[in-house]
């Protein structure tokens, strides 16, 4: 499904060498409202979230279906500070504590899929329900 004009509007507005993770913010809430629509049933749920051993805060923002989490995205900083490897990894560890977190509501799919966006770049995962497994391990 491509993106409506309006959505790539808000994305090419973003300085691309930004280092402000909330500038991302607005895009990628267009972009959720635009994939998943109220009018289906879908509650987009954002949150602040504090970066351990941190000030600092990232957006979380989690879908849902009637109560139930089916998909996540953690909007991060931009993908400039992708080459430092310990901004990875603790993205990493962010997102595995989302699955934790979220593995204990009540989820009726086979797999829950997390998205961890630096920019326009990003990193699936999927929680397999059944096993507890995550991918990327």
């Keep these: ?10 994305f090419s507005l973003v300085d691309r060498s930004t ?3 909330s500038d991302w913010r607005g895009p990628f809430i267009t972009l959720l409202f635009e994939l998943f629509p109220i009018s289906e049933h879908f509650q987009i ?3 602040l979230k504090r970066i351990k051993g941190s000030k600092d805060v990232f957006l979380l923002c989690t879908i849902r279906k009637r109560c139930v989490p089916i998909f996540f ?3 991060n900083g931009s993908y400039c500070s992708l ?3 310990s901004v990875r990894a603790l993205a990493d560890d962010q997102m595995r504590d989302c699955f934790r977190e979220l593995m204990s ?10 998205i961890s966006a630096f920019g326009t ?5 999927t929680l397999n329900t059944k096993t507890r497994f ?3 391990a």
């Excluded at 770049?121 to 995962?125: A, G, H, V, W």
């Design 134 to 136: 995550i991918e990327p």
């Design 105 to 114: 509501d009540s989820i009726s799919m086979p797999k829950l899929i997390g």
């Design 83 to 85: 080459v430092d490897v």
């Design 73 to 75: 995205v953690e909007i």
């Design 45 to 47: 749920v954002p949150e």
């Design 19 to 21: 280092s402000k993770e």
């Design 1 to 10: 499904m491509p993106w409506s004009e309006a959505v790539v509007e808000q």
């Design 121 to 125: 770049q990003c990193c699936i995962y």
